[in-house]
């Protein structure tokens, strides 16, 4: 029967993760990005509480083990799984970045694997406590079967582990080979934007203008194969700090790759007069000083 | 309702008023046809000693608490709070270059700008929920990529949002053809983060070795 | 400390968060060094020591980078705009192998291999945090 080899799996699961928690030397770490440090109110009683937890989850894996047919280790697992799922509800509704801490060497965000396997240590308890014979007689009666059975629960357990994710990559790997990347190859797309920011930025008239643009990117569009970028900027002149719109003009086509050194247009508006400030900027900027009138 | 009044129409008019100014200023070309500062000739120059107490520009960290009219209310990660004011001077980014109507409360962001007298700082810039991770692909799907960084390697979700997800490999121009993304592969992912599902909306994904 | 003027090195800059932070940066900790905070003019050095040097290994990309260790001072110029900014030294980073030979040019001219990595406040006191990468000249 599926539910004499529960404490089993079981057992081992939760000693596993219980002695991670324990005597993990990345515990305190790991409790610090947990929401207990702010349901405890400081991070040292977050790694207490990380590792009574561990030494709880020991104990009841010891029970499993040691007297699989008793109702109480199963009853208790089956506290602890809903305790799980209970505890991953409140801080995914109430801090989702943290960390979940389940089994110790596990960093990162609260999810659906998290869930599922404190539902399946529920589960797990329930037909624990249900378990009429012990684990030891059942391989014993069925060796075949228990094994099977074994297997599928090792690969459950595996499938929702973060810590075996290494396992699933050279399969990913495959796959990939066999039926070709999904992901999109962009082909018929326009330039993008970032890319024309890009060349941009690489350019002389970005380090002339340099002085006088203030602000990211503000706004952009493209007109008649030309594509308009425009900034927010301050000039300052003998009549003192004006704000400006400082817009540049490239090739809605080129690219860093197309055009290395390309042909930027830049004009510097006004914002109250909207009327155009002729300046020379590569001047202003100092990367080229003005030739002497004759 | 005339022309002179409909929003869309009067921000065309705008653009293309702005479109004529652009095109006709003037025309900078790269280094070959003005002959440049040489870069390597600037290294040699001295630069002045600065103060690292010194800041030209105020900068704020935080989520935002409350948006009362043009004036983001942000508490920092340290217990500071700032109050954010932007202008119409302000670039605002959120996954790529929007305006001020996309942020909402409990984003994060950085802002750049200046310190007015009153105590807010008048943003010139404002980047909100944006990160720059340093990854390792763990999986490819359609439209996301599976991501791990940091030296616990924490597990992040990459959203690949039609449009605007672009690709760098190797130094080469940002492209949309992500298609050259491999698993195992190195990856600094520029996004913005989604506080309500602790996802990441790709902008860029640059791919190294 | 005050910032110097002698040339230490060149090359790329990108950014990166630390310290409480937001988002998946409230993971990412206080750095190798224990005071990085994404809010500070701090930056990270790919040699703070021979355990970090092993992780970011720039002399794979032909980069023999100097040892320096936590709390240096080094002032950072956008090579394009000139913008300049000091900054200390507060963690191990960036992974300067993993992305070996990659350029950023301005003006023709370009800086090889990600070199030093800025928090968000000083990389943005120099450049927009949306271009993600800068060339830079460093000082000391």
Known sequence: ?294 | ?209 | MACGSTSLWAGETTWFCCGSSWGPCGSAGTGACGTCQSSAHQAAWPNTSQACFDITRPDLCGESIARRACGSVMNVKHQCSGATVCVTVSDCGPRTQSFCGEATCCNGACRTNRVIDLTPAAFSAIGNLSSGKLPVYIYE
């Not at chain 1, 790694?47 to 083990?65: D, K, M, N, P, T």
């Not at chain 1, 506290?79 to 960093?107: H, I, K, M, N, Q």
């Not at chain 1, 860093?256 to 050194?261: L, N």
């Open chain 1, 1 to 294: 029967m599926i539910q004499d080899l529960a404490p089993l799996v079981c057992g081992l699961l939760l000693a596993a993760t219980g002695a991670a928690k324990l005597f993990g030397r990345r515990t305190a770490q790991i409790a610090a990005n947990t929401v207990l440090v702010r349901v405890l109110g400081n991070r040292h009683r977050a790694a207490f509480a990380l590792r009574a937890v561990g030494a709880l989850e020991a104990a009841v894996a010891a029970g499993l083990l040691a007297a699989p047919s008793a109702v109480v280790p199963g009853v208790a697992t089956a506290v602890l799984g809903a305790g799980f799922t209970g505890y991953l509800g409140y801080a995914r509704a109430t801090a989702p970045e943290t960390s979940c801490g389940c089994s110790a060497r596990d960093e990162g965000p609260i999810g659906t694997r998290s869930f599922v396997r404190a539902v399946l240590v529920l589960a797990g308890g329930v037909a624990a406590a249900f378990a009429g014979g012990t684990w030891w007689h059942e391989i014993a009666g069925r060796p075949g079967w228990s094994l099977l059975v074994l297997a599928a629960a090792a690969a459950l357990v595996a499938a929702v582990s973060r810590d075996v994710d290494r396992v699933w990559l050279p399969v990913r790997r495959l796959r990939l080979r066999l039926f070709g990347t999904p992901l999109p190859t962009g082909s018929g797309r326009r330039v993008p934007v970032e890319a024309s920011v890009e060349l941009l930025e690489s350019s002389l008239a970005w380090q002339a203008s340099a002085p006088i643009v203030r602000s990211a990117l503000l706004d952009h569009w493209d007109d008649e194969g030309w594509r308009v970028l425009r900034f927010a900027g301050v000039h300052q002149d003998e009549r003192g700090a004006r704000p400006v719109s400082v817009l540049f003009a490239l090739d809605e086509e080129a690219t860093i790759d197309s055009s290395p050194s390309p042909a930027v247009r830049v004009s510097v508006i006004d914002d109250d007069t909207q009327e155009a400030i002729l300046l020379d900027l590569l001047a202003l900027s100092g990367l080229r000083t003005p030739l002497p009138l004759v």
């Open chain 2, 1 to 209: 309702m005339t022309d002179r009044h409909d929003p869309a129409r009067r921000g065309f008019d705008r653009r293309r008023f702005l479109t004529t100014a652009a095109l006709g200023g003037a025309t900078i070309v790269g280094a070959s046809a003005l002959g440049g500062l040489d870069a390597d000739a600037a290294f040699a120059a001295p630069i002045p000693s600065l103060d690292p107490a010194i800041a030209k520009s105020a900068f704020a960290e935080g989520r935002i608490t409350a948006i009362k009219g043009s004036v983001l209310e942000v508490a920092g990660s340290y217990g500071d709070r700032h109050l954010i004011q932007l202008t119409n001077a302000t670039s605002i980014w959120k996954l790529r270059t929007t305006t001020a109507d996309a942020i909402r409360t409990g984003d994060g962001l950085y802002a750049r700008g200046v310190d007015m007298p009153d105590g807010t700082i008048a943003a010139d810039a404002v980047w909100v929920n944006i990160v720059n991770l340093f990854c390792t692909v763990r999986g490819i799907a359609k439209d996301r990529l599976h991501l791990t960084h940091g030296s616990a390697d924490h597990e992040v979700v990459g959203r690949i949002v039609p449009e605007t997800t672009t690709a760098s490999y190797l130094g080469g121009a940002l492209t949309p053809d992500l298609s050259r993304v491999r698993i195992g592969q190195s990856a600094q992912v520029l996004g913005a983060w989604r506080p309500e599902d602790d996802t990441v909306d790709i902008a860029r994904v640059t791919v190294g070795h």
